[in-house]
Every structure is written in structure tokens, then in C-alpha cells.
């Protein structure tokens, strides 16, 4: 068997089909909930069809691709990603967003994603220069200014679900990488003691529409009055369309008949496609429907925690786990905010929203986690193809030859390991 075949054998088809399921439960709710724009919620899904398949492109790339090799790209693709962000800024659109070849696409999720492969190989192999790169202190170090710059430039594009990602991201790979507790809980206290100054001065220099969404989600906690014509409309909207639902729920592609508010466009209908699309499964497919889902993304996640435990070095529990990270930061803001839990943020729901390139990116770090599956075993085979080569350290060695002159002749002084100088 050669070892491409090898490769495509070993890999870890649970992960396959679990991803590829959610990708076609997420082109059948985009058709449903993108049928209010000008083109048309099928027009739509077959967008995310050739996105998806572009992706499944990458994700098998990257998956039969040793992810050592890819870890020596990731200073590259953060400096692009630096750059994407630096250059989405001076575009000055509202979602500020890059066009090349005709495609659009948000850098701030590359930086994401090329971040914390950066802080992988930083983990991996600044120790092997010297011990005191290794010290927990100078890890805390690296990681804070490695992931710094792009979290003050995703804020700085008033992105504030994405810059929250940062922050489950960061606290996963301190975690996996050997920081102790004690510097993490210091961080912890020294965060908690930073948030008035931030919620107060920084983030409304930065966004009002965050600080706006943070109060109205205090007040609606707090049993307040809020404007369902204006600023809580979402809000308002989106938890009653899910809560109306019941079990069953009111259909796939659901009529005004059926009492669907998105139906009768009382959803956002021009998001509802991207960050409001777990309204739509909750409305659609009920309890049920949304139970289902969020099964998937735990068996996806689980999965992906199975084989950061095997990975053969801590590169790859760091990418593993940064991952799942992230896909649980997604996954915890869109449906939250879709349930009254968190305020609302612009945040795709990975592999169900339509979201472009995102896709992409979400399946090349499946990818990635493949890759780290399938070549756990691959220092082991190159150990065992290299010839056991015995210490000599305060030993003699004798070879066979010698070995052989020995018991030939009883009178050699070559007997028992003795070796004559």
C-alpha cells in the first residue's frame, strides 16, 4: 500500500461525516432562511455548494498534508494577516471586507486562524533555542504579543464577536501549552479588574453599537422595558420565533400560515442567512431540530479532543484544542444571542451559516486536526526504520566479528567484552 493510500485509509471518517452532515443540514436551512433576498434563498445555497466544495479541496489538502510543514507557514500567514486587516481598515466599508477576483471576504478570521498555528510552532520550538524560552512567564509573554495586534485590529474594525473569540482561544492554548494555574489565574483576576475601564472608556471609542447591545441585554435580563421597534427588535424577534417552536416545530421553508415570523419577515431577513440562521433551525425544526445540532457540534468537538489526546507532539494538541476553541466560541455567542443568553454580535455559526470564505477556513482547520490524526504515528514508524544504535557511554563494544574470533580462539584476548587497545 503506498503511503498516500495509507494516509486516506487512516483517516478519521467519523470527523468526515460528522462535518459533512452539518454542511448539508446548513445548505437546507441558508435555502430557507436567504428566500427573502432579491436573489433567492436556492441562488444562495448554491453559493455555499461551491464554497464547500472548494473547501473539501482544502480540508483533504491539509488533511493528508504533515502538519509540521504547514506549522512552518504560520509567521507568513500571520504577517498576511496582519497586513489583510491593516488593508481592510483603510477600505473603510462598514463590515470592512476585501475584494480579490470578484470574491469578497473578512481577513480578520485568516488572522484568527493564523494566529494560533503561530502560537503553536512558538510553543513548539522556542524552547529548543534556549531553556528560558520555555520559562512559563516568557510563554505568557510570547502569547500575549503574538495575539495582541490582531485583537486591537478586529476591535479596531468595531468586529467584536470575532475580537471575543481571542479570548477562549488564547486561554485554551496557555492552558494545553504548560502555563500553571496560578499565572492563569492571575490573568483572570488582573481581566476582571480591566473590564470597567474597558466597557467604559475603550469600547465606546471603539463601538457604540457594542456598548448599545450590552446594556440592552442587561436591561432585558433586568425585567426593563426596551423598544421592540427599535434596538431590541432583533432581540425581541429572534428568542420569540424560537420559543414559539415547540417540539416539532413549524416546518422546513415554514408559511405565514404556520405563524413563522420569519415568514413574514419580522427575522432580519438580509442576516438571517449569517448570524440569525440558528432562528431559523429553531423555528423550522423545533426542539428537536435544535437539539440535533448542537449534538453534532459536540460529537464534532469530542472528536476533535480524542485526537488532540493521541497527538504525537504539543503543536498538535495546541492547534487541536485551539479549534475546538474556537468552534465552541462561535458556536456559544450565535446561539446565545439567538436565545436571550449573550447580547447580540455579528458571528457566523460554523458549517451551518452561509458565510464564504469562512467555510473555507473552518474546514481547513478540520483539516488541519486530520492531519494531526493521521500523522500521530509518524514519528513512531520513523524510529522504528532507523537501525538501534546502543550507547557506549562507560561500555565496550564488541563486535560480532570480534565476538567470533573469540570463541574460535579460547587464547584471544577479545573474550567477555574485553576489548584490546
Known amino acids: 500500500m503506498t503511503p498516500l493510500l495509507r494516509k486516506i485509509f487512516g483517516l478519521n471518517w467519523v470527523l468526515v461525516l460528522t462535518m459533512y452532515g452539518m454542511l448539508v443540514f446548513g445548505v437546507y436551512s441558508i435555502e430557507s432562511a436567504a428566500r427573502h433576498l432579491e436573489v433567492g434563498g436556492e ?10 466544495i472548494v473547501g473539501t479541496v482544502v480540508y483533504f489538502t491539509t488533511a493528508l498534508i504533515d502538519y509540521r510543514w504547514i506549522r512552518w507557514l504560520s509567521l507568513p500567514m500571520y504577517l498576511v ?115 470597567p475601564p474597558l466597557y467604559f472608556i475603550v469600547l465606546p471609542s471603539v463601538s457604540d453599537r457594542g456598548t448599545e447591545r450590552i446594556e440592552l441585554y442587561l436591561d432585558t435580563l433586568n425585567g426593563k422595558e426596551i423598544d421592540i421597534s ?16 415547540g417540539y416539532h416545530g413549524k416546518g422546513w421553508m415554514a408559511s405565514k400560515e404556520t405563524g413563522s415570523l420569519h415568514a413574514r419577515r419580522y427575522i432580519p431577513y438580509k442576516t438571517a442567512h449569517n448570524d440569525f440562521i440558528f432562528a431559523i433551525v429553531g423555528g423550522e425544526q423545533g426542539f428537536k431540530g435544535s437539539l440535533l445540532l448542537i449534538t453534532f457540534f459536540s460529537l464534532l468537538m469530542i472528536l476533535c479532543l480524542f485526537i488532540a489526546f493521541y497527538s504525537r507532539d504539543m503543536s498538535g494538541q495546541v492547534i487541536v484544542s485551539a479549534v475546538v476553541a474556537l468552534f465552541f466560541a462561535h458556536m456559544f455567542e450565535n446561539i446565545g444571542m439567538c436565545i436571550g443568553l449573550t447580547p447580540i454580535t455579528g458571528i457566523p455559526l460554523p458549517l451551518i451559516s452561509y458565510s464564504g470564505t469562512f467555510v473555507v477556513m473552518c474546514m ?43 570463541r574460535e580462539n579460547p587464547n584471544s584476548t577479545v573474550q567477555r567484552g574485553v576489548v584490546p587497545r
Open 43 to 52: 441562488a444562495i445555497a448554491n453559493r455555499q455548494k461551491l464554497w464547500i
Open 81 to 195: 494577516g496582519i497586513g489583510l486587516m491593516i488593508a481592510a481598515l483603510k477600505v473603510g466599508n462598514e463590515v470592512h471586507q476585501l475584494s480579490f477576483a470578484g470574491v469578497s471576504f473578512q481577513p480578520a478570521q485568516f488572522a484568527i486562524v493564523a494566529g494560533f498555528i503561530t502560537l503553536a510552532w512558538c510553543i513548539q520550538d522556542l524552547p529548543k533555542w534556549h531553556p528560558i524560552l520555555g520559562l512559563p512567564a516568557i510563554k505568557m509573554a510570547v502569547i500575549g504579543a503574538v495575539t495582541v495586534i490582531p485583537f486591537l485590529l478586529v476591535a479596531m474594525m468595531g468586529d467584536m464577536g470575532s475580537a471575543i473569540v481571542w479570548i477562549p482561544v488564547v486561554a485554551v492554548v496557555m492552558l494545553v501549552g504548560g502555563v500553571p494555574w496560578r499565572y492563569l489565574l492571575l490573568l483572570t483576576f488582573l481581566g476582571l479588574a480591566a473590564l
Open 230 to 245: 427599535g434596538a431590541g427588535y432583533a432581540q425581541h424577534y429572534v428568542t420569540t420565533e424560537i420559543g414559539s417552536a
Open 364 to 406: 481547513f482547520m478540520l483539516g488541519l486536526v486530520q492531519s494531526v490524526w493521521v500523522h500521530r504515528n509518524h514519528e513512531l514508524a520513523e524510529q522504528k526504520e532507523e537501525p538501534f544504535v546502543p550507547s557506549t557511554r562507560g561500555k565496550q563494544i564488541v563486535t560480532g566479528k570480534r565476538r567470533g574470533e573469540a
